[in-house]
């Protein structure tokens, strides 16, 4: 089993930035790739980023492409987000998950593990 424990929400005024985090424990870290993921009211949940187990090769959703980054320090046994230029449709429940293989990391139904997720509201 691997424990995600998401952090880093909260209220943010459009154009401004928030930092996530997402710690992980129990299995080894590194062993699996990392991806994050939304779900606003009524919608359903979407692929955000993603990142290999070595760090060394990421996947953005079209939407926030050029605006978040996602990182992982697996010394740390935690995955980032870094969000900027956040706009009002980015607000969302977000949640990082985890999968032994990069393949098909979009597809949320494909990763086992999960956190609980963090709030991000994004004012106009």
């Known amino acids: 089993q691997v424990q995600l424990v998401e952090s880093g929400g909260g209220l943010v005024q459009a154009g401004g930035s928030l930092r996530l985090s997402c710690a992980a424990s129990g299995r080894t870290f590194s062993n699996y790739a990392m991806g994050w993921f939304r779900q606003a009211p009524g919608k359903e949940r979407e692929f955000v980023a993603a990142?290999?187990?070595?760090?060394?090769?990421?996947d953005y959703a079209d939407l926030v492409k050029g605006r978040f980054t996602i990182s992982r320090d697996n010394a740390k046994n935690t995955v980032y987000l870094q969000m900027n230029s956040l706009k009002p449709e980015d607000t969302a429940v977000y949640s990082c998950?985890?999968?032994?293989?990069?393949?098909?990391?979009?597809?949320?139904?494909?990763?086992?593990?999960w956190g609980r997720g963090t709030q991000v509201t994004v004012s106009s």
């Open positions: 998950a985890g999968k032994l293989r990069f393949v098909d990391v979009r597809e949320p139904r494909l990763h086992p593990y």
């Open positions: 990142i290999t187990r070595t760090g060394d090769v990421t």
